[in-house]
């Protein structure tokens, strides 16, 4: 089995994947199987999916010589620029994707899930141009944390419905979600956030987000006449790193790098490090690694970044990481943190927290690849998202807001 | 008594097994017991045991509610042994319910092994379908538990055959696409549901869940399903209660009704 291969027609990347999930859920999982797999090979499909792209999201984005950050770095820091795209973060190409196969499907309504609300306002943003009504859970938590992104929903016409069950977070808002598509799933699509959950999922999400790569690819090799020596991405639930990973797993000279939340960091338990802080089991839909206790019930994730605050992963990052083709490293809270300012003081450019914890990889990585190489690193870097949404929270953090405002810093993630 | 013992004697009877449902360590370990108890005497001929999770996709409000207090209060993978292993000795014909991750971190053998031990005679799983469920499916033939998989009015004909294929003991019919708790009305999906079990295995008893709460819904069920399947409205009877002992009076009461239900067959 080769990755380009993989998953398998019921979805396994080796032992990951699959699906884990009630029966009455298989039969729309298979339909929605079905219709991909016709959409993939439909080329009035996909040209459609590449002219929203073009000429309404602003794909495909720079990759862009960052040569401050680079000296600052010591290694040649290739920006992927998703931050510039419509929605501001990578989003924006899984939630056109999976509404144009709502609308193939017949299905009128969509529904998400959301932590701090980035998903969720792509996924109004989708269902508002392509006329699909739209139906976001959120956990009570988030939206009293993120009550911008609950307007921004509701001004493109979505329902947003507060989840006030389990820990009020991310993972419960998915479970709602679940249980609204298991019992609306003739009229509905579950327009699912990033590359993990049931087959198809984590098969069709990597596909809709696989040009970041295969963009990528190509602008590197115009750019400087060939491969990086290596590709960083932050993990979450992975879709940003699986989208710019999967054109180049063949290329074995690439080394991958993922780089997920640590939190406070991995020793102390409060962290969001699937993989480097996880075990092996079932959450969502399919097999990966996650956070849990000795009985299998999952912990709560903890990290400074909303984006990555979920205690799951991917099945296809789990399987890159056992096979060994990609690399997974836990980034503190601090160090995403100094990386976000650095990029901010270095280029102009104020990323997504996600982001940073991809730029603060890439420094660690920087003199490790040096030292193996005997020469200076070409490290191509996926800027996922834009900071704008963070603004509250770096301010916090970095102790800069106005001084009557008292805000803990952690809170608005 | 054996699961199969359970369906062959309620058909003997004319009527229908009452399966209760109520969550382990719910609120605490000792009470769940206390409750699950009354519920057998009270005329539940199967307690269905519900492994609190803390991300139970499958279940509405108030069995939510139930597991999380359950596992607030500190409940453990192996309490839920030791309270299936009391219940069967108070004479229960026990199954247990559960999403799977908690089994896979246990050891799909050792699970199957300690499940036997403690006196449980079969296992429901509702995230987990045949096509995931090889090592279940070896271990629970190795260790002599039932296994119970579910069917929903979305279910093909083929997957329809094929999980009753994998079933022993009963199938497990959602009488609706949704999640567990009572509704107002039995679905009118269940009936056809059922008869397209029965089309494909004559001889599997259908236990039919989601939405049934009272003795008169029990009996509308019993009409058509081997089995009826009751959770959220047993459970309710503990949460609202404002005491104890209230709680276990309204329990043994609408155990009662149910077990009228299911004998009314109406």
Redesign the interface.
């Known amino acids: 089995m080769t990755a380009q291969t993989l998953p398998d027609l019921a979805g396994h990347f080796g032992r990951y994947g699959g699906r884990f999930v009630p029966e009455a859920l298989i039969k729309a999982l298979d339909e929605l199987d079905a219709a991909y797999r016709s959409a993939k090979n439909d080329p009035e499909f996909q040209a459609r999916f590449q002219d929203l792209l073009l000429n309404y999201a602003g794909v495909p984005s720079l990759l862009y010589r960052a040569t401050r950050l680079s000296e600052a770095l010591g290694a040649e820091i290739l920006l992927k620029r998703e931050d510039l795209n419509h929605t501001g973060a990578h989003k924006v190409r899984n939630v056109l994707g999976q509404a144009l196969l709502a609308k193939r499907m017949g299905k009128p309504r969509v529904i998400a899930e959301t932590g701090a609300g980035q998903h969720g306002v792509a996924s109004a943003t989708a269902a508002a141009l392509l006329d699909l009504e739209c139906t976001v859970y959120m956990g009570e938590m988030d939206t009293e944390r993120q009550a911008l992104n609950v307007a921004r929903m509701r001004m493109l016409g979505a329902t947003v419905v507060p989840v006030t069950n389990g820990s009020r977070t991310l993972k419960d808002a998915l479970n709602e979600a679940l249980r609204d598509w298991v019992t609306t799933v003739d009229t509905t699509h579950y327009l699912l956030g990033t590359a993990a959950g049931p087959h198809p999922f984590p098969e069709l999400v990597r596909d809709f987000v696989g040009g970041i790569g295969v963009e990528a690819r190509a602008q590197c090799l115009e750019l400087i006449g060939k491969l990086p020596d290596a590709v960083a991405a932050c993990v979450g639930g992975g879709s940003n790193a699986i989208g710019i990973f999967h054109a180049f797993v063949p290329d074995s000279s690439v080394r991958l790098y993922g780089f997920e939340a640590g939190g406070d960091g991995v020793e102390t338990g409060r962290h969001a490090a699937s993989i480097t802080g996880g075990s092996v089991g079932v959450l969502h839909g399919n097999r990966t690694y996650l956070l849990q206790d000795d009985d299998g019930q999952t912990i709560e994730s903890h990290s400074i970044s909303a984006g990555l605050d979920y205690p799951g992963v991917g099945p296809e990052h789990a399987w890159l990481n056992d096979t060994g083709r990609a690399s997974y490293e836990p980034v503190t809270d601090a160090e995403a943190m100094a990386a976000f300012q650095l990029l901010c003081r270095t280029e102009g450019i104020i990323p997504a927290i996600e982001s940073a914890h991809a730029l603060a990889g890439a420094a660690k990585i920087a003199p490790r690849l040096r030292e193996e190489l005997g020469r200076t690193p070409t490290i191509v870097v996926n800027l996922s998202g834009r900071g704008d949404k963070d603004v509250h929270t770096a301010g916090a953090y970095f102790g800069i807001l106005d001084p009557v405002e008292t805000v803990v810093p952690g809170e608005n993630t | 008594m054996s699961i199969a013992e359970t369906f062959a004697k309620a058909k003997s009877e004319n009527r229908s097994v009452l399966v209760g449902c109520m969550p382990a360590g719910f609120p605490t370990v000792d009470h769940s017991i206390e409750q699950m108890i009354a519920m057998h005497e009270a005329g539940c001929d199967v307690i269905e045991v519900e492994l609190p ?6 279940d ?2 108030v069995i ?2 139930a597991s ?1 207090i359950a ?1 607030a209060n500190g409940v ?2 192996r309490d839920t042994l030791k309270i299936i292993d009391a219940v069967s000795n108070a004479g229960a014909t026990v199954v247990l319910m559960t999403y ?7 050891g799909v053998d050792a699970f199957a092994r300690d499940l036997a031990a403690a006196g449980a005679t079969g296992l429901i799983t ?4 045949p ?2 469920a090889q090592e279940w499916i070896a271990a629970s033939d190795k260790h002599q538990i039932d296994r119970t ?8 004909d083929e ?1 329809l055959a094929m ?1 009753v294929a994998n079933c022993r003991g009963f199938v497990y019919a ?1 009488a609706l ?3 567990t708790g009572a509704r107002t009305s039995v679905s009118s999906q269940a009936p056809e549901l059922v008869a397209r079990v029965r089309k494909a295995d004559p001889a599997m008893p259908v236990g039919v869940g989601l939405g049934v709460g009272t003795g008169k819904q029990a009996a509308e069920v019993a009409a058509f399903a081997d089995g009826v399947i009751v959770g959220s409205a047993l459970i309710r009877c503990v949460l609202e209660a404002p005491d104890r002992a209230t709680g276990l009076d309204r329990l043994r009461a609408l155990s009662a009704e149910l077990a009228e239900g299911v004998r009314s067959r109406v």
């Not at chain 2, 509702?126 to 379908?129: A, E, N």
Request: aromatic letters at 10%.
């Open positions: 999770y803390s991300d139970p996709v499958m509405g409000p939510q509610k999380d596992l453990r993978t799977w991750n908690p089994i896979e971190k246990y509702p995230d987990l379908i096509d995931e998989f579910l069917v929903a009015p979305s279910s093909t997957r999980t959602t696409m949704g999640v």
